[in-house]
């Protein structure tokens, strides 16, 4: 290419001949951009050949199956590995050089494919999740659901990246090109389109779909700039692409590119071809504006909250917020008087609404502590006069059958029967839920799944801890008293706490040949449980020490088989229940 500065710029291009030449070669040379790797580059795009676009679509489809499990999954690094391998940022460079240089072919060839790309990804994606076995919002997932102004600024950075590594290739440039990937992210959000779509979710289909917009304008309107500035207008295309257009196959992307050949040669043509990404851009700048603005309202709010509850006496024990756009909700249970609560809730109330600039939803509930309940005491000795008592089921009772219904239908029926639960408050922990059931154990996963369905149900933060108890029996031979009785109290000592529970116990008519002394020993440690006195914990005559628990009352024990010259040189053993 002739680098003379009076050189004359083609059909389409900025006017302002020799100064903006002149700029242009300046600017190219301040990165080593030679006029022959300008046209070189332009070339390759041109002539880019169709026995690439298996690999291509393959490179697609890939990046859109790790992107979506990824996604599911929740797992940032394997989004990461799709990003990488994820080759739709070519096509779009291509086409901000198609309509920077004023080429139609290259800019219809790679809207096109840009086009064919977003629907097979969406479509994709959508069809994946619909095979999905279970629907969760992740934080990868909501994270592309609420784009802001800030995620539009990212993309102009790294649309500037991206031409600076198009005009640059080599290795020098091989680690920008993979954070740039990374950074634009141009697959997971149109595989959050297709979750939406799957889920039927329109909220999270649509955000992410303007987060996408957004990635796409920015990165054509910059692409252009960086393409205009550094002199790629001076490229001759008309023989390269008439040379391009001969070897096509006549159809529509051909004709389409002859007619739009008119309008790309006027004169002030290129200030129409960066007006249509500024348009879009400016279209979608509106409403990540005001997410900005919602987001930073969310924080400065939540902020705020935090900072009145970290305030308040040591008496609260659990809080929870939630600070939404247009709502806000505060969740407290404080130890002490009905009436001190009630002054919190209407302090918080005041200074929330002092805040957020809207009347937020404030419940504070009152557990009565030691000194409360005396307090009450003393008032109730000291009045001489009949007190009418109204009976009122107290909040906290709401909140226990709020998650005893949770329970109940988040419980997985192949762990077995649910018997009992208690809710713990641990000090500067989540609050515990202790569930206890006869079955296999949940597991450290499905407990993890518990918790987080109580959570969403009640607006809280809970963990589940199992408490699985064996519907097997605990079976030993008559010489194997003391050792049975060891592994087997632990399980009885259940029935002492879960009401629901029986304990089911036989013992043998002679432990053997050990002396009579241990089987009185281990009938002694029998009769010390507290549930044995309440008829929940049955001892019978078995063949062999026996002990089961179950949601069921003991079944009459099947007769030993007892030998009659056993039988006559022992006699019949009395009944144990008696010993």
């Not at 005001?290 to 930073?296: F, G, K, N, P, T």
């Not at 226990?400 to 762990?415: F, N, T, V």
């Not at 009352?553 to 030998?563: H, L, N, S």
Request: net charge negative.
């Amino acid at each position: 290419m002739d680098q003379d500065p009076d050189r004359q710029t083609p059909a389409g291009a900025p006017p302002g001949r020799h100064a903006w030449a002149v700029l242009q070669d300046r600017i190219a040379a301040a990165f080593d951009i030679e006029p022959e790797a300008r046209e070189a580059i332009v070339r390759s795009m041109l002539e880019r050949s169709a026995k690439g676009a298996a690999g291509y679509w393959l490179q697609l489809f890939l990046a859109m199956g790790i992107a979506s499990l990824g996604l599911v999954l929740g797992s940032g690094a394997v989004v990461i590995g799709a990003m990488l391998i994820s080759p739709l940022m070519g096509p779009i460079v291509e086409l901000g050089m198609g309509l920077a240089i004023g080429s139609p072919f290259l800019a219809l060839r790679s809207f096109t494919r840009v086009a064919f790309s977003v629907v097979m990804v969406v479509a994709s994606a959508a069809v994946l999740t619909l095979m999905l076995p279970f629907y969760e919002v992740t934080s990868e997932i909501a994270a592309r659901t609420s784009p802001t102004a800030l995620d539009l600024l990212i993309a102009i950075f790294c649309a500037i990246s991206a031409a600076y590594t198009t005009v640059r290739p080599g290795s020098d440039t091989t680690s920008t090109a993979a954070g740039t990937a990374i950074g634009i992210a141009l697959v997971p959000p149109l595989c959050v389109v297709g979750y939406g779509i799957g889920t039927q979710v329109k909220s999270i289909a649509s955000g992410a779909a303007l987060l996408f917009t957004a990635n796409l304008c920015a990165i054509l309107l910059f692409a252009i700039l960086c393409f205009l500035l550094l002199g790629y207008t001076a490229v001759s295309t008309a023989e390269l692409e008439h040379a391009e257009l001969a070897k096509q196959k006549p159809g529509a992307i051909r004709r389409v590119a002859r007619a739009l050949q008119v309008f790309f040669e006027l004169r002030h043509g290129w200030i129409f071809r960066v007006m249509m990404p500024l348009a879009l851009l400016g279209a979608v700048y509106s409403p990540l504006r005001e997410a900005l603005a919602r987001v930073s309202w969310q924080v400065r709010v939540r902020t705020a909250i935090v900072r009145m509850l970290d305030a308040l006496p040591q008496s609260t024990v659990r809080s929870s917020v939630s600070v939404d756009h247009g709502s806000v909700a505060v969740r407290l249970v404080t130890l002490g008087r009905a009436d001190e609560a009630e002054r919190i809730e209407n302090d918080l109330r005041d200074k929330i609404a002092g805040v957020a600039g809207m009347v937020p939803k404030v419940d504070v509930i009152a557990v009565l502590d030691a000194s409360a309940l005396e307090e009450v005491a003393a008032s109730l000795r000291a009045s001489s006069t009949p007190v009418d008592v109204v009976r009122k089921e107290p909040e906290l009772a709401l909140v226990q059958k709020e998650l005893a219904a949770s329970l109940a239908r988040a419980w997985p029926h192949a762990a077995g029967p649910l018997v009992a639960w208690r809710l713990r408050f641990p000090d500067n922990e989540p609050a515990v839920v202790e569930v206890v059931h006869v079955g296999p154990a949940l597991g450290a996963p499905a407990a993890d799944l518990l918790g987080r369905a109580l959570s969403r149900e009640l607006g809280a933060e809970l963990a589940v801890q199992d408490r699985a108890l064996s519907p097997e029996p605990i079976v030993a031979e008559p010489e194997s008293g003391w050792p049975w009785l060891q592994e087997a109290r632990p399980a009885l000592a259940w029935v002492d706490d879960v009401e629901a529970l029986h304990g089911c116990v036989e013992v043998p008519p002679n432990p053997g040949e050990k002396p009579i002394g241990e089987l009185e020993a281990v009938l002694a440690s029998l009769r010390s449980l507290p549930a044995l006195r309440s008829g929940r914990v049955h001892v019978g005559e078995g063949a062999r020490w026996r002990a089961v628990v179950s949601i069921a009352p003991c079944a009459p024990p099947e007769p030993a088989p007892v030998d009659a010259g056993a039988a006559a040189d022992t006699g019949a053993a009395p009944d144990a229940g008696a010993r």
